[in-house]
């Protein structure tokens, strides 16, 4: 589960239309939002304006606009350059548009201008995971979990752990996961990644434990096993001679995954007994 998929990236959960309703509301836009100048009036203050423009910068983002979202960042820009949240907008754009080199620089900026941005921080060590530059990441995140306001620091703590196996870290990334799951018990990741560890260090107990809480999670929310999930489950239902469990996780390994890694390894242990 790779930490590129979208928990990385954490962004204000507001629709492009809500946003635009929100500021029509409030009077300060004119009748066209898409506009070159984005249609503030003259009266508005630039504080909101500033927060506004930034807000719909983020809302086309999330549309996949990136014209228009880039268009209301650098407004947002012009009013104050130095505003960190727009550098946060332009550095997403950029790594969307696969612009890495500019996405880093802009994630730069915006952290050197509000060293206490979370957010920038956690999306930031999204862009370095992927770069494949784990170390920074993890510094990254690091910084982040530390900010007990933060309301991403659960999926922070699950990211961090990733980091560290990455590093071979596994104390860190055990510690890591533990605490993910204690602000929030649903993050099925950290249970199976926890699990794992658990296994890799012959805590058989442990790991069938965690193994256990990954399960409750996976079928209240009705979610597909992963090769990697059904391969440990084969592991610690042997060990603990659960037939049916084995039985049910080998069905799927081999009906669904048979090119995975995971089948291989599989395949491997059957043949050896």
Known sequence: MPFTDVEGVDLPGHTLKSVIAAVLFAGLLSSCVTTTTGGF?????????LENYTQLALAYYEEG????????????????????????????????????NLADENFRRAIRLDRSNSRARNNYAALLFGMERYKDAFDQLEIVTNDAGYDGRAIAFENLGRAALRLDRDRDAESAFIRALQLNSNLYVSALELSLLRLKRDDQVGARQSFQQYLTIVEFFKL????????????IGTYFNDEKHVNDFSLILTTLYQESPEYKIYRSLTDAN
């Open 224 to 235: 597909p096993h992963t090769p990697r999930a059904l391969l440990a489950g084969i592991q």
């Open 41 to 49: 009036q003259t009266n508005t203050s630039d504080e909101a304006a």
């Open 65 to 100: 606009d990136m014209t228009s979202a880039r268009r209301h960042a650098n407004n947002a820009l012009a009013i104050d350059s130095g505003h960190a949240d727009a550098y946060v907008v332009l550095a997403l754009i950029s790594q969307r548009e696969g612009d890495l």
